[in-house]
Structures are given as structure tokens and as C-alpha cells.
Nanobody, 115 residues
């Protein structure tokens, strides 16, 4: 069994910054892709950023230049640094890790950006 535990989140003013971390634990062999998704209020979950085990990254157009994803492979941890936050970034943020053919999700953490 694999668990993903997120930390971070909370209330932040527009223009501010926030960071997340997500640590994987349990029966971990090799983590391929790690990512952050979010579910804005009343909307479907969407991909925010993704990073491969080799460090290649990709971002949703809406967060490019503002968010940075990184990972520490030795600690099986993925990070998300969010800068210049906007009210439309308000969402529940989920981390995701893919190991082989299986994918695992964190429990989700709420970020609310006030205008």
C-alpha cells in the first residue's frame, strides 16, 4: 500500500505565494511521474503541473510562469511553489504519483485565494 500525504494550503491573498509538499510512503518501488491536480469549486479536476523522474516538467497554461513543480526522488516527495496567486487558483489541490501501471492520489488540500 502507498500513501501520499500532503501539507500546505490555507488562505492567501491575491498576489501572494503558497507552497505544497507531498510525500509518498509505503511499498514504494519506483515512482515515475508525479503531478499536482486541482479541482476548482463547481468544476472538474484539472492537471496543474507534472514532473517526470528525470525532472522534465510541464504546466497548465493558466499557471505557467507562476507555479513551479519540483521533486526530491530520494525522499519520494513532490513540491509545488505557487506565486502571484489569483482568485481563480482557489481549489482543492491533489498530488498524484504513478508507479508502474498504478496511480495514487493524496487526500487533497484546500487553497483559497482572496481578492
Amino acid at each position: 500500500q502507498v500513501q501520499l500525504v500532503e501539507s500546505g494550503g490555507g488562505l492567501v491573498q491575491a498576489g501572494g505565494s503558497r507552497s505544497f509538499s507531498c510525500a509518498a510512503s509505503g511499498s514504494i518501488l519506483s515512482i515515475n511521474t508525479m503531478a499536482w491536480y486541482r479541482r476548482p469549486p463547481g468544476k472538474q479536476r484539472e492537471l496543474v503541473a507534472v514532473i517526470t523522474s528525470g525532472g522534465t516538467t510541464d504546466y497548465a497554461d493558466s499557471v505557467k510562469g507562476r507555479f513551479t513543480i519540483s521533486r526530491d526522488n530520494a525522499k519520494n516527495t513532490v513540491f509545488l511553489q505557487m506565486n502571484s496567486l489569483k482568485p481563480e487558483d482557489t481549489a482543492v489541490y491533489y498530488c498524484y504519483a504513478k508507479m508502474g501501471f498504478l496511480g495514487y492520489w493524496g487526500q487533497g488540500t484546500q487553497v483559497t485565494v482572496s481578492s
